[in-house]
């Protein structure tokens, strides 16, 4: 009777944490550093070796009643190898990246899984390219995507696991080819503070 009685409290306490967490509107900040894995799909002629990269930036959340609104910023290092014709040219794109993700968290207590999505925009500071050669990507000064992910909260740190889909084309040197930036990254993140 005694394990049934504490089982029923126990029960009770945590799905008043668990409303708590969900109700109560709250705001955290925070760092974050990762890796990237960035493809830029072959087309046509053009065949692209997809490269590894990094991120590193800050991150703010504000949330309630289940969901959060999540804008972060970042510099990101994309990089490929294209392949045209036994010409190879490895390029590196540096940027400024804005995701302003919205979505739903779940959980209490420090653990607590996230589902998000939304448009990142992209401002490049540099590119590491060669842009008279056939192979050279001519990545633009502003970019767009679409990024979508999951997330797992310990406590004071975060794991991120997200797809970024480009919205724009990217053409290739002064051929009428192009293809859009894809990226697959993964980064941990710090809780600095909440309110």
């Not at 797809?163 to 990226?183: A, C, F, M, Q």
Request: proline share 3%.
């Amino acid at each position: 009777m005694k394990k049934s009685i504490l089982l029923i409290f126990s029960i009770f306490l945590l799905s008043i944490g668990v409303s708590k967490a969900q109700v109560i509107p709250s705001f955290s900040f925070g760092l974050k550093g990762g890796l990237n894995y960035s493809t830029f799909p072959s087309n046509g002629v053009f065949n692209n070796d997809n490269k590894a990269g990094y991120q590193a930036g800050a991150w703010a959340r504000i949330g309630g009643l289940g969901f959060i609104f999540q804008p972060e910023l970042y510099f990101a290092d994309k990089s490929v190898t294209v392949n045209n014709g036994g010409v190879s040219n490895k390029q590196s794109f540096k940027s400024f990246d804005v995701p302003l993700l919205i979505g739903a968290k779940v959980g209490a207590l420090g653990l607590g899984g996230r589902f998000y999505g939304g448009p990142v925009l992209s401002f490049t500071t540099s590119k590491d390219n060669a842009f008279n050669d056939a192979t050279a990507l001519r990545y633009k000064d502003a970019n767009y995507a679409i990024q979508v992910g999951a997330g797992v909260d310990i406590s004071s740190f975060s794991v991120d696991l997200r797809y970024e889909g480009g919205l724009n084309k990217i053409p290739y040197g002064n051929d009428n080819s192009h293809t859009r930036v894809s990226l697959f990254s993964l980064s941990l993140a710090y809780k600095l503070f909440s309110l």
